[in-house]
């Protein structure tokens, strides 16, 4: 009977062992099948929540553009099933979505983080039961162990719970998509920039005619100021010109262009008291409009045709400057200037051969000195703004000169590029301009050179020391005014490696041009940044290191860190622009300028309006 009893005892107690056994091993099943559902769900809550964070970082100057102009509701344009696309939220919905998944996120993550704190109490005490069991005595007495399997086995709310967190990170994946959704409705066409060849859209052509009138008045200007220019006075000046984008005619083109005598003649020039001239106070202001080919007005057939081929006029330099018009004179001059376009119309005089010897004496009379003329008439008349006279190149084309308005007559002094960069870097770090405003102020020098990379103005060859731009008295007062254009780019026209003629297609051009905006994206020279490429980078080949164009891409990748990817990816887009090989065709050429153009003039302005909208 004893052993009876004994073998009964010991089956009684295998019989334990096993339960406890099958117990742990069901409950350690469930904890890490648990567990592997509860980091599924975290893995997706962190895949969509990095999806959306990445979507509203790379598109939010579109988002701040859509939130400013809210039409309504947008559909989707989808050609093949039209019926099917669902009606993609407003601007108000849009920000009720992601106010709506911030909450979410919040409260899936206090989810995640209990639900994986009760998880590993779990374990832990598990853990210590499958030790327990380990021990040949274990004390069939002791039942608090085999209590938490029980109480696991028996309780759902743990599974409720994960259901629950796998609704909330399904709603905030709804909620996800339909803000991505709504960001692909703004999202304009895939950039010309990166895909030239796709077709282009009525917009397009319009901006992109635009823009070849403006290189092509730009160009001509270069030719009538850069070419047989004399001036007894000064051996050399600075010119300084801006397209003046204002809410006149779409056919008319204007310039803001400064006159200004050359540093290093300045020095050799003394006034009549034996002082030298500064070259703030040589410096002429004028707003100089466009005109096509001007056909000299008839004004009765059997009067004698006026031409511009005159030996007369060009007796003296082939770029012809006729004098300021008297009052009397101003019906003749803008007979002779004529309307939009340079077309001529003729007005009704009352004396027609007295009119048409005004206009002889007008074109008869030459200005042998530029500055005599204008800087004659910029200090005797300073509030004028009738036209002071023509500048003319070959009888091709003329440019109708103006004082230029007082908004936009700078006093100020002239710094070159890299003076420049070494100030806003010092004012930068003593905290005297903020980050927007040195953001701005970078995007207009940046827009400033881009205009002269798509004009001849800027050579072939040059450096950040060859550029200077005139300010406006406060400048270095930190009085930076930020309306644009509050700089204007100035080169030395007596530079003999300035050509004739536009070179749109000179990759080494936009590799200068990539060089600049990395300057002033690190606000600092860029014979400082090649050095410390060569210093931290001690692993390149001596090839590399002296290669402005691989130094360049490195730097490309630390700026990007800094100020985003869209300011990179113009820089981008210069350095690596072969465009005679990318770009064969001139239509091609001058859409990438007229595309990165548009990407400098309107990125500070998105993020302006974006700013808005967030606040």
């Known amino acids: 009977m004893e052993a009876i009893s004994l073998v009964l005892s010991a089956v009684t107690v295998a019989i334990e062992i096993h339960a406890r056994i099958d117990a742990y091993r069901s409950s350690k099943k469930r904890i890490d ?12 809550f962190k895949e969509k929540g990095n999806e959306l964070i990445y979507a509203l970082k790379e598109n939010e100057e579109r988002i701040g553009e859509w939130l400013a102009n809210d039409t309504g509701s947008v559909s989707s ?73 029980v109480t696991l086995r028996k309780d759902e709310s743990f599974l409720k719970s994960l259901d629950e967190l796998k609704s909330l990170i399904d709603d905030f994946g709804h909620r996800t998509a339909m803000i991505l959704d709504g960001i692909k409705s703004i999202r304009s066409t895939t950039s010309l920039m990166d895909n030239p060849r796709k077709r282009r859209a009525a917009a397009d052509l319009n901006t992109i005619d635009r823009y070849q009138q403006i290189r092509s008045a730009s160009t001509k200007l270069y030719e009538t100021m850069a070419h047989g220019w004399i001036c007894r006075k000064h051996p050399a000046h600075l010119v300084s010109v801006a397209f003046v984008e204002g809410n006149h005619q779409r056919d008319t083109i204007k310039f803001d262009v400064a006159v200004s005598v050359c540093e290093s003649a300045a020095t050799s020039v003394t006034s009549g008291s034996g002082q030298s001239a500064s070259p703030e106070s040589e410096t002429v202001w004028l707003e100089i409009e466009h005109l096509e080919q001007v056909t000299p007005p008839t ?54 051969s007295q009119a048409m010897q005004k206009v002889e004496r007008d074109l008869a009379v030459t200005v042998n000195d530029f500055c005599d003329h204008f800087m004659g008439q910029y200090q005797s008349n300073p509030t004028r703004s009738e036209c002071l006279g023509f500048l003319a190149r070959q009888q091709k084309y003329l440019q109708k000169c103006y004082l230029s308005p007082q908004d936009r007559r700078y006093t100020g002094g002239v710094l070159p590029l890299d003076a420049l960069i070494s100030w806003v870097k010092q004012q930068a770090t003593m905290g005297v301009l903020g980050a927007p405003l040195v953001n ?31 300010d406006r008295g406060g400048f270095l007062e930190c009085e930076l005014n930020p309306s644009p254009p509050h700089l204007q780019v100035a080169l030395d026209m007596t530079n003999p490696a300035v050509p004739e003629t536009a070179t749109a297609g000179d990759t080494k051009l936009f590799l200068q041009f990539g060089k600049a905006l990395l300057e002033l994206g690190f606000s600092c020279p860029w014979e400082s940044l090649q050095q410390s490429v060569s210093h931290e980078s001690r692993s390149i080949n001596d090839s590399d290191r002296t290669n402005p164009h691989y130094v360049a891409m490195q730097l490309c990748r630390r700026l990007k860190r800094r100020v985003g990817d869209r300011y990179v990816r113009v820089i981008e887009n210069c350095i690596d622009a072969d465009l005679k090989a990318l770009y064969p065709s001139d239509d091609d050429q001058i859409l990438f300028f007229a595309e990165v153009v548009g990407i400098m003039k309107d990125l500070d302005d998105r993020w302006q309006r974006f700013q808005q909208s967030l606040a």
């Open 33 to 44: 099948r648990s567990l592997h559902r509860l980091q599924t769900q975290a893995v997706r």
């Open 440 to 470: 701005k102020l970078t995007k207009s020098l940046a827009t400033s050179i881009l205009h002269f990379h798509a004009t001849p103005w800027l050579c072939d060859s040059w450096n950040s020391s060859n550029v200077k731009f005139f």
């Open 299 to 352: 004004y009765n057939d059997s009067l004698p045709r006026v031409t511009f081929a005159s030996a007369a006029m060009l007796s003296t330099f082939d770029d012809v400057i006729n004098t300021h018009p008297t009052p009397s004179q101003t019906t003749a001059t803008r007979a002779l200037s004529g309307t939009s376009g340079g077309s001529t119309t003729s007005r009704p005089i009352s004396t027609t």
């Open 77 to 149: 344009m989808n050609p093949t099933f039209p019926q099917q696309q669902p009606r993609l939220p407003t601007a108000r919905a849009l920000q009720d979505h992601v106010s709506n998944c911030e909450v979410l996120a919040k409260t899936i993550k206090e989810f995640l983080e209990s639900l994986q704190r009760q998880l590993t109490r779990w374990t832990v005490q598990a853990a210590a039961t499958g030790n327990k069991m380990r021990e040949v005595v274990a004390s069939l007495e002791d039942k608090s162990k085999r209590l938490v399997f």
